[in-house]
């Protein structure tokens, strides 16, 4: 139960005061830390399609002011008196969540993230610790986070490349481990952008033979480099028909309208498709894709805070990181532009450092 007794602190801050309007320096409040939360100073922060979505409005639930953000890391500087897992001067990271509701089943076997009352985002959702107020995201100086929802960042690995893997890193590694893939698993990853660069990078580590499926033959040498073993243009009939039946699974991180069915007809019998793109409209699905033979057609969401320690300890192992593009955060509203375009290979980051300028 939030509540309204909850000492704050103000930092500095980028968001958003209404959908039409640029973001901004702006000041916001943080909680000083409970008993049980860490204290991080962000150092970096990626930057998600969501955040544009959620800034703008465009899923029609944003309340303002909107700080976005959940690609965060950074040093923790105060824990508190009941912490036991952090200690100041960690390296930590902070990705989709930062509360869930801790009681239903799906928070006892450790999925938070499919939460039945729902998780607590990391910005523009309802904070737990205080009454009437959201919570802001990594576009500022500080967060303050309940340490069960916070993660150790491996120390072998550059930070700012770290931060999109605790989004896009996730929410294609979970269901990559959820569906078994490993050495002998024929993989196909359709759409080559923030989602699918990791794809292609985690499935390659995993031991898997990876297809990339894409529109741009100007991705093909990109594709090879991030790790695939084939490259194959979707709207070549041809070369689709020829991998007709025999993928196990496939990975689609796309989020436009596309023709699923298309993909269906790739898999194996008892192959699985899982969805992590979020197309706008739905997309229809020809009964018999799924019927002949029998075939699986899924979704999948981030992961829990443990699956997401796992996959960051995993990318530790095998030097896995975001392909980025570091920005300042004067630069949010032109890499917002530019990320319509899809005009990055394939994240941006923010040098949180650069908040101090304003």
């Not at 860490?38 to 909107?66: F, K, Q």
Request: glycine share 8%; charged share 20%; net charge negative.
């Amino acid at each position: 139960m939030a509540t309204t007794n909850v000492t704050t602190t103000n930092v500095r801050a980028f968001g958003a005061n209404a959908a039409d309007e640029a973001l901004a320096a702006m000041s916001i409040q943080r909680r000083e830390p409970t008993p049980h939360d860490v204290e991080i100073e962000i150092m970096y922060c990626g930057v998600c399609h969501s955040d544009l979505h959620t800034a703008r409005n465009e899923w029609h639930g944003t309340v303002y002011p909107c700080v976005p953000g959940h690609e965060i890391v950074g040093k923790i500087v105060r824990v508190g008196d009941h912490v036991t897992r952090f200690k100041t001067g960690d390296l930590a990271a902070v990705g989709c969540m930062v509360d869930s509701c801790q009681e239903c089943e799906q928070c006892k076997i450790g999925q938070e993230q499919y939460c039945e009352v729902g998780f607590t985002g990391t910005y523009n959702d309802p904070d737990l610790h205080q009454e009437g107020k959201r919570t802001f995201g990594g576009y500022s100086e500080r967060i303050v986070v309940n340490e069960k929802f916070v993660l150790r960042v491996p120390e072998n690995l550059e930070l700012a490349a770290v931060a999109p893997l605790l989004c896009a890193g996730i929410t294609t590694y979970s269901p990559l481990r959820h569906w078994n893939v490993g050495p002998g698993t024929k993989v196909g990853v359709v759409g080559i952008g923030g989602l699918g660069h990791m794809a292609i990078k985690l499935a390659h580590a995993m031991g898997a033979h990876v297809t990339v499926f894409t529109t741009s033959e100007s991705k093909r040498a990109d594709a090879m480099r991030l790790g695939a073993d084939e490259v194959v243009l979707s709207s070549d009939a041809d070369a689709m028909a020829k991998k007709a039946k025999s993928l196990n699974f496939i990975l689609d991180a796309v989020s436009a309208s596309h023709d699923i069915n298309a993909y269906l007809q790739l898999l194996k019998l008892d192959g699985t498709l899982a969805l992590v793109g979020a197309p706008e409209h739905p997309l229809p699905v020809a009964a018999f894709n799924l019927l002949l033979p029998r075939r699986n057609f899924s979704g999948s969401a981030i992961g829990s805070i443990a699956e997401t320690q796992e996959m960051l300890d995993f990318c530790s192992k095998h030097g896995i990181v975001s392909d980025i593009e570091l920005i300042n955060i004067q630069q949010i509203n032109e890499a917002y532009e530019r990320l319509l375009k899809g005009d990055v290979r394939y994240r941006f980051v923010i040098d949180m450092k650069s908040i101090a300028g304003n």
